[in-house]
């Protein structure tokens, strides 16, 4: 593998990860528990899609095929995406909506942290940029998973549902492969185990907090790497693409 | 002379007489004239104010102007683009490419003082210092001024607001609601 086929990996992995997540909270536009949470997911959903097009965008220039970040978006299939599994898990209630986000913000943040050292400068500059963003995303879920968490018996039954349902995509989001090894010489990457020390670190203090239970159980789900993904993304990917597939090549 | 040398004639003529029309300007000027165009949300402050143009120079006959975005996903860039074009066509360049770079990250820490003001009287409560709100980060509070009536007893609604780059904030002694421009 060449560090310009690895590059295109990792970058189809940052950026499928925030599109589909992207798309995902974008589902909640208008259906919002209340007003100001519906903007406040509204806005993170802008940020992430924002994220994908620069990072996408790049993508496609390492790719060096001429596909834009419109063709990767809109024209592959679910087992060429490599979005982690936990950012296409269904929104489900709020309580599931706020944990999958929450355990996955503190993963972005500590990862384009890092990311922000990248000896690629596209790299760093996006992380640079998008790590900003990640802060405000975070210090937002904390603040639910505490209302929720530590608030009504039903508001704490539905958090420890989905804390039980999505423990088990967080795994995932730390395993390497080739591509990392690669990446991680060249300075590009950043190890993810330093990344998972920081991630436990951060949120088990958070969970204890708003009074929930990290479950017991020690399965971990996988399998995105190789576009191996759950019944959920082809689903999501029917409705995100549809439009963009009915009008071949349409131009506003 | 043949029919399609006169036309072809004709067309070299006017087309000399359309590289003449396009005024001797320089980058500098075109930087400063492109100062006419406004936020798309915040009319009254320009988008060399905000800092989102970087630069403007020119790539052979292409006339190449750098912007950056403000937010990842801000729709406004778009709009922006289109209104550089157009702008631009206004003073007879055509052959114009935009730009989005991301480094070095937009900051709020590039809105002029004067720009500030500018939010001020429009309504918008503007950036504070970005010293002191990214210790918001870590959970301090801000000390804003409603820009209605200046109070300082405000309560903040939610961290996000009508665009991605502002705060929702109320007032509680003119019970006005109002936006705050969040550092980043």
Redesign the interface.
Known sequence: MTIQEAKFQYLLRLGDSSLIIGHRLSEWCGSGPIL??D??L???A??????A??ILGYAATVEGNGRTEDDLAFLRGEREFRNLLITEQPNGDYAATITRQFLYDVYTYYLYEALKSSKD??I???A???H??I??HL??TTEWMYRLGDGTAESHERMQNAMNDLWMFTGEMFDMDEVDALLIKEGIAPDLNAIKEKWEAHVKPVIAEATLQIPSYNFKQKGSREGKHSEHLGFLLAEMQSVHRSFPGAKW | MPQHDKLSNVFVILNEVKNLMIPNITTDQLFQFLSAIPDPEIPVINIIELGILREVKWDGETCTVVITPTYSGCPAMKVIEDDIRIKLKEIGIENVKVDLVYTPAWTTDWISDEAKEKLWAYGIAPPEHSSVDKGLLTGKVRHLKCPQCGSENVSMISQFGSTACKALYRCNDCREPFDYFKCI
């Open positions: 100001e949470e903007i406040a509204i806005n993170i802008l940020d992430f899609v924002g994220n097009t620069a400068e596209t760093a500059a996006l640079e940029k998008s900003k963003e802060t405000y210090r937002h």
